[in-house]
T-cell receptor, first 114, second 117 residues
Framework: NAGVTQTPKFQVLKTGQSMTLQCAQD?????MSWYRQDPGMGLRLIHY???????DQGEVPNGYNVSRSTTEDFPLRLLSAAPSQTSVYFC?????????????FGPGTRLTVT | AQKITQTQPGMFVQEKEAVTLDCTYD???????LFWYKQPSSGEMIFLIY??????QNATEGRYSLNFQKARKSANLVISASQLGDSAMYFC??????????????FGKGTHLIIQP
């Protein structure tokens, strides 16, 4: 099992550019989510999905879009990058059935917007 | 709304001593879960321990234990016999309705723990 994988590891964008952060998991987890981590802060929930075809907003969704066409993949799209979106982005997954509670985090993507 | 408060931005501890990292929480949800994660300088998030709000006993995982005091809304992490490799950021988090998101985690700001030889 590779667990939760994220690509790219690092990315630099110019203001106004768009891009997609990729997240994939091979554990057949129903629940997937995206967080951002800013300096001196804990992680904050951006968007989440409880299964293929179902997504919803978290605490800080503005400027981001998600979709979930398969169980494995949960990409995060930045529509028009802004310097305020400079952050480290973490994808996480967990099962929703069977009493699982631990969230498995990917290694993170460090994004800089200039 | 849920809130997690970690009041210790940084701590210095001598190797082999026990460490207590403070965490208080606020929620109106009767059913919730509390987590501790470790984030070393390499950046990954490592799950340490979990406590459910209805669990009768305090959770333990190896050298980690969670001192859960429901009436005081605290969930402190205790690390016994600290090691140099324990130096990292530690985050307390709560599972519940985060900003409207089902089962999303609400995180505290973290405690930077440094173990000194």
């Amino acid at each position: 099992n590779a667990g939760v994988t994220q690509t790219p590891k690092f990315q630099v964008l110019k203001t106004g550019q768009s891009m997609t952060l990729q997240c994939a998991q091979d554990m057949n987890h129903e629940y997937m989510s995206w967080y951002r981590q800013d300096p001196g802060m804990g992680l904050r929930l951006i968007h989440y999905s409880v299964g293929a075809g179902i997504t919803d907003q978290g605490e800080v969704p503005n400027g981001y879009n998600v979709s979930r066409s398969t169980t494995e993949d949960f990409p995060l799209r930045l529509l028009s990058a802004a310097p305020s979106q400079t952050s480290v982005y973490f994808c996480a997954s967990r099962p929703t059935s069977g009493g699982g509670y631990e969230q498995y985090f990917g290694p993170g993507t460090r994004l800089t917007v200039t | 709304a849920q809130k997690i408060t970690q009041t210790q931005p940084g701590m210095f501890v001598q190797e082999k001593e026990a460490v207590t990292l403070d965490c208080t929480y606020d929620t109106s949800d009767p059913s919730y879960g509390l987590f501790w994660y470790k984030q070393p300088s390499s950046g990954e998030m490592i799950f340490l321990i979990y406590q459910g709000s209805y669990d009768q006993q305090n959770a333990t995982e190896g050298r980690y234990s969670l001192n859960f005091q429901k009436a005081r809304k605290s969930a402190n992490l205790v690390i016994s016999a600290s090691q140099l490799g324990d130096s990292a950021m530690y985050f307390c988090a709560m599972k519940g309705r985060s900003g409207g998101g089902a089962d999303g985690l609400t995180f505290g700001k973290g405690t930077h723990l440094i173990i000194q030889p």
